[in-house]
């Protein structure tokens, strides 16, 4: 158990509509990134945010947006849902910014789009 | 892009030594390289990581080149429950970005 938390477990949703993915840090930890993970390939990074501020940005349109709160929980929300948006959602929460700390990851949101 | 490459997949007997490469023939400077292990239906967990030479935990080795354009990850007498799928990881500091590689599914045989 890496104490990273993740809501819902599964979901799903239709073509064109909003989701909110949900993930609870390791205590003291103050980073957390987001990661997509489509079947039978590696997680791909989405972003991450470091202090409530985005910290780096993967390859992904601007409708996969996220926010950091106080507690250092985080939200990822993605827009205009697509087929391919199918997908388990991955966050890791990190002690710090630096790029050298290792990354706890939570279980995983899996999204389903119809 | 730091494109990662692995082998798909790999069978081992167990108590066998397992040693996994991972191309990265653009890496730069100060990008850092770890390894994960995943199990079915949960997230990726830590093994190793290191920048250059040889790192060695409790649990394996990380072999790095001079040219760091690949890096193998060596388990050592590996047991049924090693079964799972390896990721390599470059971390670049330029950007703040995050690469996986495609994976190494490793099926561990008695």
């Known amino acids: 158990e890496t104490g990273v938390t993740q809501s819902p477990t599964h979901l799903i949703k239709t073509r064109g509509q909003q989701v909110t993915l949900r993930c609870s840090s390791q205590s003291g930890h103050n980073t957390v990134s987001w990661y997509q993970q489509a079947l039978g390939q590696g997680p791909q990074f989405i972003f991450q945010y470091y202090r409530e501020e985005e910290n780096g940005r993967g390859n992904f349109p601007p409708r996969f947006s996220g926010l950091q709160f106080p507690n250092y929980s985080s939200e990822l929300n993605v827009n205009a849902l697509e087929l391919d948006d199918s997908a388990l959602y991955l966050c890791a929460s990190s002690l710090s910014g630096t790029l050298t700390d290792t990354q706890y990851f939570g279980p995983g949101t899996r999204l389903t789009v119809l | 892009l730091a494109k990662t490459t692995q082998p798909i997949s790999m069978d081992s007997y167990e108590g066998q030594e397992v040693n996994i490469t991972c191309s990265h023939n653009n890496i730069a400077t100060n990008d850092y390289i770890t390894w994960y292990q995943q199990f079915p239906s949960q997230g990726p967990r830590f093994i190793i990581q290191?920048?250059?030479t040889k790192v060695t935990n409790e649990v394996a080795s990380l072999f790095i080149p001079a040219d760091r354009k690949s890096s193998t990850l060596s388990l050592p007498r590996v047991s049924l429950s090693d079964t799972a799928v390896y990721y390599c990881l470059v971390a670049r500091n330029t950007g703040n970005q995050f690469y996986f590689g495609t994976g190494t599914s490793l099926t561990v045989i008695p």
């Open positions: 290191g920048y250059k």
